[in-house]
């Protein structure tokens, strides 16, 4: 691609002709090489080979392969982690080896020297522009993968949140069934057994929740996102308690409706596809609302514990299960809002804790789960590779290249401390200010937590 400068009639301006084709000069993967260490004065982390067969960076690792010219023009056009995002969903870039070990140290790298942002601003885009140019890399944008999120509306509007909400909780209840454990639960399991495997988790995590609720037969619960039901129906057949859950999805309230009935439960349990703002019924004697609150915005945080508030009954316990972030870096980032979570929401502990306080709640224990979720994703994530033809076949490739990239992120962000998850128990004290709670829950530490699960089985 042959680039001449052309002249306007006005001979003081000049604009730029492509006429061909001309790459002259060293490879590309070593012109970009350069052009990092230009940019942010650091070394590839990565091994880097380029599509006319050039290689730069370290050996001995992870391998980002360029296979083409329109993984350079994801860049130019969506600088940052969006390009990058783009550029590997739609087969433009691979990876070589070890797709989270390849991530690892791109964080590292970036954590050593301090980079906030990868994203070129307006000094460093000529510089960009150049390298496409010289490379023959310049040209229109690329088509944006069919993944990619398509939502309109007012943000946190009924409407916009019932479309993100479809975005991905309806890619296929087939999907989630390969992809989940056997109780379809889509959070963070709980570990208590170094060789224990993701369905005890998840079971563990579920008795943890009803034990800390304090649930016994005859109770009323009410699960907010609901997801696949399987706190509805360990609840109501372990604990006996009348569940009621709530979804956007219309493949969950499918999925949970025909378990149900195929468990005959449905004198225990009901599923309704509802928004939680149009919640009426209450007072229930428990609620549980697990990993929900990362979809209701921060504008609508306070609505959303008052209804979980004016729901409950006096004395009766919340159990708030959600991810968190620092206080710079509240969403979910480009790649996780355009591709997985539009309108995703992570907030630091101390704001969530403010939120349940103004809305009426005592807070009684907060439980720290982080390490928990990195084998938790690690898990899911080991499922995918393992069953990788069969995800294909269901969700697509570019659907298969999306979880990949995601569940080796969510991986490592948990792994590292850029991201958290908490259990928040929380108690609606009544008129007198009694929680109904007399002794402290014993579940602060993980030494504690069989003793604070034996101490609630008893009803204390």
């Known amino acids: ?124 885009l000529p510089g960009l522009l150049g390298l496409a140019l010289r490379t023959g890399a310049f040209g229109p944008p690329p088509r944006r993968p069919e993944g990619e999120v398509r939502v309109r509306g007012a943000l946190h509007s009924k409407r916009r949140d019932r479309s993100a909400i479809a975005h991905h909780y309806d890619a296929g209840n087939d999907f989630y069934r390969l992809l989940l454990d056997p109780s379809m639960a889509y959070s963070c399991g709980y570990w208590q057994r170094e060789d224990g495997g993701l369905e005890q988790a998840q079971h563990d995590k579920l008795e943890l929740i009803c034990a800390k609720l304090g649930l016994r037969p005859g109770m009323r619960l009410l699960d907010v996102g609901c997801g696949w039901g399987s706190l509805l129906l360990h609840a ?82 919340l159990l708030l299960q959600q991810m968190s972030r620092g206080e710079n870096a509240p969403g979910g980032g480009p790649f996780i809002e355009s591709y997985i979570a539009p309108d995703m929401s992570m907030v630091p502990v101390s704001r969530t804790s403010q939120h349940l306080e103004r809305a009426g709640f005592e807070i009684r224990d907060v439980h720290a789960m982080r390490e928990h979720y990195a084998r938790t994703v690690s898990a899911w994530s080991r499922t995918l590779e393992d069953r990788r033809a069969e ?65 609630h089985r008893r009803g204390v």
């Not at 994801?74 to 550029?87: I, T």
């Not at 309230?253 to 939680?276: F, I, K, S």
């Not at 269901?394 to 850029?418: M, P, Q, S």
């Open 391 to 455: 995800a294909a076949a269901l969700i697509g490739e570019e659907g298969v290249r999306i979880w990949r990239l995601y569940l080796a992120g969510g991986t490592l962000a948990f792994e590292e401390n850029r991201m958290g998850v908490q259990q928040f128990l929380a108690v609606r004290p009544d008129a007198d200010g009694n929680s109904g709670m007399f002794r402290a829950l014993a579940v602060c530490g993980e030494a504690a937590c069989d003793a604070g699960l034996d101490s």
């Open 1 to 124: 691609m042959a680039i001449t400068l052309g002249r306007w009639a006005n001979p003081g301006r000049r604009r730029l002709r492509i006429t061909g084709m001309r790459i002259s000069g060293p490879g590309v993967a070593p012109r970009i090489e350069r052009f990092v260490h230009r940019l942010l004065d650091v070394p590839l982390p990565v091994g880097l080979r380029a599509w006319d067969g050039s290689e730069a960076g370290p050996a001995g690792g992870p391998t980002v392969s360029l296979t083409s010219r329109k993984a350079l023009r994801h860049l130019l056009w969506s600088p940052g982690e969006l390009g990058l995002a783009r550029a590997y969903v739609r087969g433009d870039i691979e990876v070589d080896g070890d797709l989270a070990e390849a991530l690892r140290r791109c964080w590292r790298l970036a954590r050593e020297h301090r980079l906030n942002a990868l994203r070129p601003g307006p000094r460093e």
């Open 236 to 317: 109501a057949r372990h604990h006996g308690v009348r569940a009621t859950g709530i979804t956007l999805s219309r493949e969950q309230h499918a999925h949970v409706r025909q378990r149900v009935a195929e468990e005959g439960l449905t004198h225990a349990v009901e599923v309704r596809m509802q928004d939680y703002r149009d919640l009426d019924d209450a007072p229930f004697d428990a609620i549980a609302t697990i990993e929900m609150g990362e979809h209701v915005g921060e504008r609508n945080y306070p609505e959303y514990v008052a209804v979980l508030h004016r729901n409950l009954r006096p004395r009766g316990r």
